[in-house]
């Protein structure tokens, strides 16, 4: 492990100055694999209710249910590990939620019929929620202030690798000759590979220096916590419901929890709803392709256009800024699914079409999924960092599910105008809340950023 930081010091400059290490891609990497995971199931279901819809003779709320589901319960999951990781601690827990993601993705495989499966997708999503408040804050909080939006976009940017994997895979067996009922199981079984593969090092990751320091805990080299000498009961012992009263309390913290969560809520309405229905929304282009078409071309949008909108947004984070690109991004995703609902049977011009689909994706990860992630990892106070990321993650999930369960009605209701409509009222909402809401954090510490007001709103309060 790397040098350990003293966590009595009353800065931490030391590691805010750092510049990034082998260690720092380790806990990358390591934190990674769970957005792998997410990003893979998140596609992966489409092409399985395509194969289940005529064996299981699915009805549309049954199929919506089974896509949308694991969004909703994720938010619980964020919602929990978010809140118990600053009570006990980051290390405490982590590895935990890998380990309820893939028991919830082997037995989604083996589920005997739709209800067992849309429980069982419920116990994923716990695991994929937990995920993320968790993963992020230990990035942040071992992060230089000079790399900390590179690093913590590329946790998320392991997506990329999930969207691009999962339509290939699919590809592959769909092109064999072997049973669509085992295709699909297979399909799923696969999302706990690599969640099980990095389970040993999360459980072996040491606690964050500024937890400890927060939590009046010390580490030993076994990694066993304990009360350091600088504990004191009355100011470090916390209750569940203590870091949703501080979140709240404060005027400057609530309009940043406002901030993430608002703008989490309507980027996942529009960026779910659009990928999990990608099979529905693609076979506007033509009844009569097959499904191994659809995956191939959806696979070719991921490939062009998303790996390298992940790609730039970890690349620039740390020098154009959260604010403005999340602010870009949902500006021209509002563009893209404007032009994709206005120009009048644009899903016949089957190029143009491609190309404004595919650049939806370019400006989604180019902006605001990336950035709804970062934010909340550095917005909060150390004490309730992981309790608002949860919050802010879990509104997200929120939004997703409606997003995933409305898209297929509003498909059915009037097509392609009426879907990528409210997909851009939602991106515009997203552009004012970002405005007005929510502070530029690149270059700073996390402790400058848990004290000044940076935004309108925010010195307004303070004053």
């Keep these: 492990m790397a040098k350990v930081i003293d966590t009595n010091r009353s800065d931490f400059s030391e590691m805010d100055n750092a510049e990034i290490s082998r260690e720092h891609w380790k806990i990358m990497f390591i934190s990674g694999m769970g957005f792998f995971t997410d990003a893979y199931d998140l596609f992966i279901i489409g092409v399985v209710m395509a194969l289940l819809k005529p064996m299981w003779h699915v009805g549309k709320v049954e199929e919506g249910l089974v896509e949308s589901t694991a969004l909703l319960a994720s938010a619980l999951g964020a919602l929990l590990f978010g809140r118990v990781a600053d009570m006990l601690g980051r290390k405490r827990i982590y590895g935990f939620e890998v380990l309820v993601l893939a028991a919830g993705a082997i037995a989604c495989a083996f589920s ?11 116990i994923l999503g716990v695991g994929i929620g937990g995920d993320y408040p968790v993963s992020a804050t230990i990035m942040s909080e071992y992060a230089g202030k000079k790399h900390r939006g590179m690093l913590v976009t590329l946790v998320f940017a392991m997506q990329a690798a999930g969207l691009i ?5 699919a590809a592959t067996l769909l092109a064999t000759h072997v049973s669509h ?13 690599p969640a099980l593969a990095v389970y040993g090092a999360r459980r072996h990751l040491r606690e964050t220096p500024r937890f400890l320091k927060a939590s009046g805990h010390e580490e030993d080299e076994s990694g066993r916590l304990k009360k350091s000498e600088h504990f004191d009961k009355k100011t470090h012992s916390v209750s569940f419901w203590d870091g949703f009263h501080r979140l709240v309390d404060n005027k400057m913290i609530l309009a940043r929890l406002i901030g993430a969560s608002a703008a989490w ?12 229905s990608s099979p529905l929304v693609l076979s506007a282009l033509g009844e009569d392709h097959t499904l191994l078409q659809k995956t191939l071309t959806q ?4 490939v062009v256009f998303a790996a390298p909108g992940y790609a730039v947004a970890a690349l620039t984070m740390d020098r154009i800024g959260r604010k403005r690109i999340q602010g870009l991004g949902f500006c021209l995703m509002a563009v893209m699914f404007g032009l994709l609902a206005l120009i009048p049977n644009i899903e016949k011009l089957t190029y143009p079409f491609l190309v404004i689909y595919g650049l939806s994706y370019f400006f989604t990860e180019f902006g605001p999924n990336a950035t709804t992630f970062v934010y909340p990892s550095e917005i909060f106070p150390v004490r309730v960092r992981t ?17 995933v369960f409305t898209f297929p009605f509003f498909m059915h209701w009037h097509g392609l105008p009426a879907a990528e409509g409210a997909a851009a009222i939602v991106s515009i909402l997203g552009l004012i809340v970002t405005i007005f809401l929510l502070p530029e954090t690149k270059g700073k510490s996390l402790e400058e950023l848990s004290e000044e007001p940076s935004t309108p709103i925010e010195r307004a309060s303070a004053a």
């Design 165 to 169: 994997v999962g339509p290939l895979l």
């Design 265 to 276: 809520f309507l980027m996942d309405f529009a960026y779910y709803g659009n990928t999990v």
């Design 387 to 403: 309790t608002g990321h949860g919050i802010a993650a879990a509104m997200g999930k929120i939004g997703g599910f409606i997003g």
């Design 181 to 193: 009922d085992l295709i699909w199981r297979l399909l799923l079984a696969f999302g706990a590979l």
């Design 299 to 302: 696979l070719g949008i991921f």
């Design 112 to 122: 005997p019929s739709i209800w067992w499966l849309i429980g069982f997708r419920f």
